[in-house]
């Protein structure tokens, strides 16, 4: 399983960013996803999560009210809608799935997923 992030780039503070992410040759219709960010010297921060039907999500407390998940599993795709981006919320971002039936909504542990993808950078100036 091989995932695949879009949509970052630079944006000003403020600004709005959608990030995607995909899957080739595999369908993503019984996997959970979630985001995670990560800046250099830091641990991988948990950001969001969504489950497989689409009818569980939570968010991390720095970006509740700002950043919404959602997925098209029709698309085969899985979004993350950031609004009133903040300098602070500069850092790569990284996609990954875990099968629903082992989904927790637990952001706090990074190893529970399974696939990763290989990131996209989203950088905000002040």
């Known amino acids: 399983l091989q995932l695949v992030e879009s949509g970052g780039g630079l944006v000003q503070s403020g600004g709005s960013l959608t990030l995607s992410c995909t899957a080739s040759?595999?369908?993503?219709?019984?996997?959970?996803i979630a985001w995670f960010r990560q800046t250099p010297g830091k641990e991988r921060e948990g950001v969001s999560c969504i489950s497989a039907s689409g009818d569980n999500t939570n968010y991390a407390d720095s970006v509740k009210g700002r950043f919404t998940i959602s997925r098209e599993n029709t698309k085969n795709t899985v979004f993350l809608q950031m609004n009133s981006l903040k300098p602070e919320d500069t850092a790569v971002y990284y996609c990954?799935?875990?099968?629903?039936?082992?989904?927790?909504?637990?952001?706090?542990?990074?190893?529970?997923?399974?696939?990763w993808g290989q990131g996209t950078q989203v950088t905000v100036s002040s």
């Open positions: 040759r595999f369908n993503l219709d019984h996997h959970a």
């Open positions: 990954a799935a875990v099968p629903d039936r082992f989904y927790r909504g637990d952001l706090t542990e990074p190893h529970e997923y399974d696939f």
